[in-house]
């Protein structure tokens, strides 16, 4: 077992990431091998290979392989792994934070809330026996229909960057209970929270063969799309290749739910709590250094709201670079975010704070809280995805100017409203175009057991990847109508 040994953020090395099929650890097929670095640090703490076609084919294989038994087991036996994982889980969880905090750049405190939140969806499968009874009904005389959640076999999911040990388990405890295999595909900036999971699941009584990991990148994740024996698909990233995975799934006939990127809009109103709003939207644009999809991108303030504006800024300057704010992925993305604030500047909006330049040390991958203000919505910085820690500030006359602003945007993961009016939080969470809305909440994340998931191009598929819709996602639902008895009186169900 490889375990990750920092208790700080001073540089740690972690054992080279490779794929886990059949429960054994072998090097991927392809040619390519990539550092994973430390966006903190700037510095590679291990790396990772690039698996093939063939290579998801041997963890199909080694899935098919354990299935028969695995279906076997009564789903409330196939609970008590995600019980055995939530303790294991619990007791590696400084070690688990620390792992998370290094190979993404978040904070300690960050990870920890992201480690926690894993646990509470491995929690929502440990519940699958109590809410998985299906439903069961006399249908006419002597004759009952029922209705019972049958697995799809061997299922797979892809994931991104930012949340390297919760979003795999958005996934995994309703597949595994349902029945199902998992293949995981991680992204290959943070394949090593997935060693971790493969480990652990392992350690808590998953048979080998029944949780597989291959690492990589593209070419891996069209393998998974286009393999035969692959049943369901599910993917979290950009909306770019959320679209283009989604229809290369389909196409080969998997069921397939792509969540995508975000453009969250906040609407502040001048009654909305000045505290509550400034240390609310500063978390929710600053939070995991604005590299989450629930993060606070655009806020449209309405009329006057320059009090709200002055507590934002002020509140805005207590967020550090590598205090409590943490690294950006790679330098690519620091020179992404850093064009945005450029592009927005010399389109006319005002720098209230500027992060450019800024650092949380030595090394690594920063850009600092950056405030914009007077920014529209033809602007890059007002239309397109970011992710980073910045806020564009959109000013309005009216409600409905800003609803109108909202509804424009093709995304529509998350919105809020901040106001201490009932009328107007009911209108605006009545006409938001978004599938996760908030009431001076900045991120509005349902916790378990609401499902997650956005509208719009922020998600390609049906239902929610999360809670009692993440079950019926990763199952099928078989109805049984059965007649023992010999009836006398015939009918059109006899
Ligand atoms: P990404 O789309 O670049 O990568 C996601 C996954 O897709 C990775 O595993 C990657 O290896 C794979 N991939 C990359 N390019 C591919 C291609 N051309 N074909 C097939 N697979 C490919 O996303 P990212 O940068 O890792 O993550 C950040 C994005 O994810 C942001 O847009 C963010 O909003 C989004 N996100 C959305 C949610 C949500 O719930 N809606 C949650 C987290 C992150």
């Not at 390297?164 to 996934?171: D, E, K, T």
């Not at 009329?303 to 992925?329: C, M, Q």
Request: hydrophobic fraction near 40%; glycine fraction near 10%.
């Amino acid at each position: 077992m490889v375990r990750f040994t920092a208790e700080s953020y001073d540089f740690a090395t972690f054992p080279q990431a490779r794929n886990y099929i059949g429960g054994d650890w072998v090097a991927p097929s392809g040619e390519r091998t990539d550092d994973v670095v430390n966006p903190r640090h700037g510095r590679a703490m291990s790396t990772v290979g690039y698996s093939t076609y063939a290579d998801v084919d041997a963890a199909v294989k080694a899935a098919e392989a354990a299935l028969p038994e695995w279906r076997d087991w009564p789903l409330r036996e196939r609970a008590q792994v995600m019980y055995a994982a939530r303790e294991l889980m619990q007791r590696d969880l400084e070690e688990l934070t620390w792992l998370v905090s290094h190979e993404n750049g978040k904070t300690y405190a960050e990870a920890k809330a992201e480690v926690l939140k894993g646990i509470e969806c491995v929690e929502f499968g440990c519940s699958l026996p109590n809410l998985a009874a299906g439903n069961s009904l006399q249908v006419s005389r002597g004759v009952n229909c029922e209705i019972v959640h049958e697995p799809l076999g061997v299922v797979a999911g892809v994931t991104p960057f930012n949340f390297p040990f919760m979003v795999p388990l958005w996934m995994m405890p309703q597949a595994l209970v349902g029945g199902n295999a998992f293949i995981l595909k991680p992204s290959e900036q943070v394949p090593l929270s997935a060693v971790r999971l493969a480990e652990i699941f392992a350690e808590a009584g998953l048979p080998a063969g029944l949780f597989n990991l291959v690492q990589g990148g593209q070419e891996a994740v069209e393998a998974l799309c286009d393999h035969p024996g692959i049943h369901a698909l599910a993917f979290v990233g950009s909306t770019r290749v959320a679209k283009i995975v989604y229809g290369r799934a389909c196409a080969t006939g998997k069921r397939a739910l792509c969540l995508g990127g975000a453009k969250n809009h906040l609407i502040v109103v001048p009654d909305a709590d000045v505290g509550v709003t400034a240390e609310n939207v500063v978390a929710s644009y600053t939070g995991c250094a604005g590299q989450r999809c629930m993060a606070a991108s655009v806020m449209v303030g309405v009329g006057d709201v320059d009090h709200i504006i002055d507590a934002i800024v002020e509140r805005s300057k207590k967020v550090v670079p590598g205090d409590n704010l943490g690294a950006i992925t790679n330098q690519a993305s620091v020179e992404r975010i850093t064009r945005y604030i450029e592009d927005a500047e010399s389109r006319g909006a005002k720098l209230l704070i500027d992060g450019r330049g800024q650092s949380g040390g030595e090394g690594g991958y920063w850009v600092g809280p950056t405030l914009l203000d007077n920014v529209t919505p033809d602007m890059p910085a007002g239309s397109e995805e970011i992710f980073g820690p910045v806020l564009s500030i959109v000013r309005v006359d009216t409600l409905d100017q800003a609803i109108a602003i909202e509804n424009a945007n093709p995304y529509g993961n998350a919105s809020a409203v901040y106001t201490t009016n009932g009328e107007v939080a009911r209108r605006v969470m009545g006409r938001v175009s978004a599938g996760m809305c908030g009431v001076n909440v900045g991120v509005p994340v349902p916790r378990e057991p609401f499902g997650f998931a956005g509208w719009n191009d922020s998600k390609f598929g049906h239902g929610n990847i999360t809670g009692w819709d993440g079950f019926r996602f990763w199952t099928r639902p078989r109805k049984i109508t059965s007649k023992w008895a010999l009836q006398k009186d015939q009918n059109w169900m006899s």
